[in-house]
């Protein structure tokens, strides 16, 4: 552990440590890290973006059940996530990682859940016209696209 403050002739100074410190929380508060898919990034072989792909799977269409496989990757695991994130905190403060780090962590790990929902999630299952034409009852896994497209960027807030 570090000191944020030092007292020289009886005022209170704060360090390089504490400067540090108080520059890694603005930098927390002034970005952020979003998972998913990002749009216009990959299409699928028939040219539709997989983002949309991704969204029409999550939200349901008129033809196809909602598979909510990224709202269920956190409502699944809040208090893991809550735990990463509270460790991660408490390694800046110790001088151990900077906010950017913290966001490649928190996007790393939120990825890896999507992931881990898509292939393990229980969904409606397939319809049998989609069995057929897949050759496989397994909702949310055709070519393995999607699944291998989710990603992350961190960015500034306020841009688009």
Do not use: W
Not at 52 to 70: H, K, L, Y
Not at 115 to 125: A, L, N, V, Y
């Amino acid at each position: 552990m570090f000191r944020l403050v030092s007292t020289v002739a009886g005022y209170d100074k704060l360090t390089s440590q504490g400067k540090e410190l108080f520059r890694q929380i603005e930098e927390l508060k002034a970005l952020r890290v979003r998972v998913g898919y990002q749009h216009g990034k990959e299409q699928d072989d028939n040219g539709v973006d997989i983002a949309d792909i991704a969204m029409f799977n999550e939200i349901g269409t008129d033809n196809a059940p909602a598979r909510p496989f990224m709202r269920k990757s956190v409502d699944d695991n809040a208090s893991s996530i809550n735990s990463a994130c509270k460790s991660l905190l408490q390694s800046i403060t110790k001088g151990e990682k900077t906010a950017k780090d913290v966001y490649q962590t928190l996007g790393n790990m939120q990825k890896g859940l999507i992931q881990d929902k898509i292939t393990s999630g229980e969904f409606t299952p397939n319809a049998p016209s989609t069995i057929r034409r897949k050759k496989s009852d397994k909702p949310l896994i055709d070519t393995g696209r999607m699944r291998q497209s989710v990603s992350f960027v961190i960015k500034k807030k306020g841009g688009d």
